[in-house]
């Protein structure tokens, strides 16, 4: 997991849950996930790859490609075409883990 979608998530839940129960989510999400530091680095490797037009999408890549993970998770598989990392949706990734299927 990138660390700024830990922010990501935390605003987006801030609707449906207390300050609290957000905070416990990411704790847990934390603790059993790997996440993947952004640096000056990683944001300038992005910023110079033509093909990643939105800042997002490519740091989302980048800190797969960083952690050696096999898929980007995203509801916006159009713009992830030219990753070097397979983008799937949320649903194949639950698929994945229910079943083992690649």
Known sequence: MSAHSISDIFYILRKDFSVEKRKDLLRLLCGGLHVVPE???????VLGRDEWRDL???????????????????QNLKDFQKSEIEAISEEHFC????NGVS
């Open 56 to 74: 997002e999408d490519g740091l989302q890549m980048q800190c797969a490609k960083e952690a050696g993970a096999d898929y980007v998770v995203t």
């Open 95 to 98: 698929e994945i883990l229910k």
């Open 39 to 45: 640096d000056k680095d990683m944001i300038l490797k």
